[in-house]
């Protein structure tokens, strides 16, 4: 699938904004998986779906992505998801 490359400045936090902090990332857009975005930071990688071209950002690039790796995060923004579903059952077990 086709993905775009993007640039786009991210921030830790409201205060890392407000005091001019942040730092700029590369990252894959595939429109056709749902908007899925792909980012890769401090050795991990992380993929949502969702993402709005729209935002303050910059493509840079297109790149052939194979569709495994495609495959791949979205199973992982599934999973992802369905463990955040089981916040409750969690807290229960903390008290």
């Known amino acids: ?3 775009k490359i993007i640039s786009q400045k991210l921030y830790e936090g409201a205060m890392d904004w407000i005091h001019g902090g942040g730092y700029t990332a590369k990252r894959l857009v595939v429109e056709e998986a749902g908007n899925l975005i792909i980012t890769s930071r401090d050795n991990q990688v992380c993929a949502f779906t969702g993402f709005n071209l729209e ?3 910059k493509v840079i690039g297109e790149v052939e992505v194979p569709d495994e790796l495609v ?3 979205l199973a992982f923004v599934r999973a992802k998801a369905e463990f955040d579903g089981l ?3 969690f807290e229960a077990l903390l008290g």
């Open 1 to 3: 699938m086709k993905a």
């Open 55 to 57: 935002e303050d950002c």
């Open 87 to 89: 916040k409750d059952a």
């Open 71 to 73: 495959e791949k995060a």
